[in-house]
C-alpha cells in the first residue's frame, strides 16, 4: 500500500514545471519521498532538480530507497539490492556534477540552494542475472562515477587558468574562493578496461568531487594495477577487498596482502581463484606461506576469508593460525583440503564463531567424512553451509546428519550436485526437522529422476546432463517433498534444485 504522502509526491512530479517552481516553497521533511517517488517511476529530470536543491548534507541511496520497494512499493520490483535504474544513477551524478560546476563558477557569490556534501552510493548490487537493459551494474557505475570525478577536476583546472590573472584583490592579497568538496562513497568494480580511467579518478586528490570506496572489487589486473589501485583508496571505511580472476600466485597475493593493513576497518578478504597451488611452489612454498599467513595475521578487524580454488592441502594450520580474531565467513570451495586441515579447522578459535562455512567440491570418502563430522559438532553459531559438488552419496549424508542436526541455528544449506536419490532427500527432511531455523535447502536432482543413466550428476557450472532428467518424475518428488514439510508444519521453508535461490550470504548479510 502506497502512503498518502507518497501518492502526493508521485503527482506533483507528474507536473515537472509545476513541482520545479515548488520545490523553494516545499519542507525540507518532504525531500526524501519526492526523491522515492522520482526514482522508483524513472523520472530523471525531477531527480536532477532535487539533487541540486537538496536541503540536507547527505543523501543515501541506501536510507532512502533500501526499504521503500518493500513498504511503497510492493509488487514493483525497484528495490534498491534489486536493479538500480541506469538512468536514474546517471541523473544523480549528472545533477552532483552540474552543481560543482555551477559552484566552483559562483564561489564568491554562491546563488545556489544545495546543501548536499556526501553522496552515498553504496549497496547498488551488480546482478547481472536479473539486471537487465535498464539496470546498472556495478562496473558501469564506477566509470560513471570515475569520468564525473576526472570532468569535475578538469573544469576545475580550466577556471583556475581563466581566472589566474584576476586573483588579486584590491590589497594585493590573493582572494581564492571557498574550498567546494562532495565526498562520494561507493561500492568500486574495476577491471582491465576500466583500470585507467579509475586510477587516474582516485588520484585527482584535489578534484572536488572525491571518491571513497567502501568495497572494492578488482579482476583481470596484474600485482602492480592492483597494488597501485590500493594505495590511491582512502583507508577510512574500506570493509571489504574482493580480489577475483587475477591470477597472483602465491607471490602476488605475498605483494598484494601487505597493502591491506592500510586499512584499518577491513573485514571481509575475498582471494578466489588466485591460482594458489601448493604443488607448484615446492622450493619456496613455506616461506611464502609463512610470510602470506604473517600479513592476514595484521588484519586484526578481518572477519571473512574467502581462499575458493586455491590447492592448500595442509596449508590451513599455517594460514590461520596468526589470526588473533575468530572469523564468521570461511569459504574454501575446491582447496583440496586434507583430513588435518579439516581437523585443525574443528579445534581452532574460529569454529565455534563460524556462521558461514563452504567446502563445496571435496571429495568426502570416510577419511575425510569423520573430522567434517566433528567439524560440525563444534560449529555451534553456523547459519549456513556449503557442500555442494562433495560426492555425498545417500549413505554418508546419513552419517553426517547427527553432526549436521547439533547445528542448532542452521539456517541455509548447499547440497546441489551431489548424488542423492530421492530416499535419501526424504531422510534428509525428515532428520533436519530438528533444525527449527532451517528455512533453504539447495538439493541436487536425484540421481533416480534421470531417464538414463549418467556418470555423474550435473555440477553447480554445467548442465551437461540437464537433458538426460526426467522432468515429470523430477516434479513428482519435489511435490512429494514440498507436502513432507507442509505435513511436518514447516511449508514456510524453502526446498528446491534451483541455484537461483541460493542466495550470496556473507558476513555483512547473515
Not at 528495490?79 to 535504474?85: A, S, T
Not at 594585493?172 to 568494480?189: N, T, V
Not at 588435518?340 to 562455512?357: E, N, V
Not at 571429495?363 to 573430522?371: D, G, I, M, R, W
Request: hydrophobic content about 40%.
Amino acid at each position: 500500500m502506497h502512503s498518502l504522502v507518497f501518492l502526493c509526491a508521485r503527482r506533483l512530479l507528474g507536473n515537472r514545471p509545476g513541482a520545479r517552481h515548488a520545490l523553494p516553497f516545499l519542507p525540507s521533511e518532504l525531500y526524501p519521498v519526492l526523491f522515492q517517488a522520482a526514482f522508483l517511476d524513472g523520472r530523471v529530470l525531477a531527480l536532477q532538480d532535487l539533487v541540486t536543491t537538496w536541503p540536507f548534507p547527505l543523501l543515501s541511496f541506501q536510507c532512502l530507497l533500501g526499504h521503500c520497494g518493500h513498504q511503497q512499493h510492493r509488487g514493483h520490483h525497484t528495490r534498491l539490492g534489486d536493479k538500480p535504474n541506469k538512468l536514474c544513477v546517471q541523473a544523480v551524478i549528472s545533477a552532483v556534477v552540474s552543481h560543482l560546476r555551477q559552484a566552483l563558477e559562483e564561489s564568491h557569490q554562491p546563488t545556489r540552494q544545495c546543501h548536499l556534501r556526501v553522496l552515498d552510493m553504496t549497496g547498488l548490487q551488480d546482478d547481472d542475472t536479473n539486471r537487465g537493459p535498464e539496470g546498472m551494474s556495478l562496473w558501469s557505475g564506477t566509470v560513471a562515477l570515475a569520468k564525473a570525478c576526472l570532468e569535475v577536476a578538469k573544469h576545475q583546472t580550466e577556471l583556475q587558468k581563466r581566472n589566474s590573472k584576476r586573483r588579486k584583490g584590491p590589497s594585493g592579497a590573493s582572494s581564492l574562493p571557498q574550498p567546494i568538496s562532495m565526498e562520494i562513497r561507493a561500492d568500486l568494480f574495476v577491471n582491465s578496461t576500466s583500470y585507467s580511467v579509475l586510477r587516474d579518478a582516485l588520484q585527482a586528490t584535489t578534484s572536488p568531487m572525491r571518491l571513497r570506496c567502501r568495497d572494492f572489487h578488482a579482476e583481470e589486473l596484474s600485482v602492480a594495477g592492483i597494488v597501485g589501485l590500493l594505495e590511491c583508496l582512502d583507508p577510512a571505511g574500506v570493509r571489504r577487498v574482493d580480489l577475483r580472476f587475477n591470477n597472483l600466485g602465491l607471490a602476488g597475493l605475498c605483494v598484494v596482502v601487505p597493502q591491506l593493513s592500510r586499512f584499518p576497518d577491513l573485514l571481509s578478504l575475498k582471494l578466489p581463484y588466485s591460482n594458489v597451488d601448493v604443488r607448484r611452489h615446492a622450493a619456496g612454498a613455506d616461506a611464502g606461506f609463512r610470510r602470506l599467513a604473517t600479513h592476514l595475521g595484521k588484519l586484526q578487524s578481518l572477519r571473512e576469508l574467502n581462499l575458493g580454488s586455491s590447492r592448500l592441502s595442509g596449508k590451513l594450520r599455517q594460514l590461520l593460525r596468526n589470526l588473533e580474531a575468530p572469523l564468521e565467513s570461511l569459504e574454501l570451495a575446491f582447496c583440496y583440503l586434507l583430513p588435518g586441515d579439516l581437523a585443525f579447522l574443528s579445534q581452532s578459535l574460529h569454529a565455534p564463531a563460524l556462521k558461514k562455512l563452504d567446502l563445496s567440491g571435496h571429495h568426502f570418502t570416510e577419511s575425510l567424512l569423520q573430522p567434517l563430522r566433528s567439524l560440525l559438532e563444534n560449529c555451534s553459531s553456523l547459519i549456513h553451509l556449503d557442500l555442494m559438488e562433495c560426492q555425498l552419496t545417500d549413505s554418508r549424508l546419513e552419517a553426517l546428519l547427527p553432526s549436521l542436526c547439533r547445528c542448532s541455528r542452521l539456517r541455509c544449506l548447499g547440497l546441489f550436485g551431489n548424488p542423492l536419490s530421492t530416499p535419501g532427500l526424504k531422510t534428509l527432511l525428515r532428520q533436519t526437522s530438528v533444525l527449527q531455523d532451517l528455512c533453504l535447502v539447495v538439493y541436487p536432482y536425484p540421481v533416480d529422476c534421470y531417464s538414463r543413466e549418467t556418470p555423474r550428476p550435473p555440477s553447480a557450472s554445467s548442465g551437461i546432463f540437464e537433458d538426460t532428467l526426467d522432468e515429470e518424475r523430477f516434479t513428482a518428488v519435489s511435490a512429494e517433498l514440498c507436502r513432507m514439510l507442509v505435513s511436518s508444519g514447516r511449508d514456510n521453508a524453502m526446498w528446491t534444485a534451483s541455484l537461483c535461490r541460493h542466495g550470496t550470504l556473507d558476513y555483512f548479510t547473515l
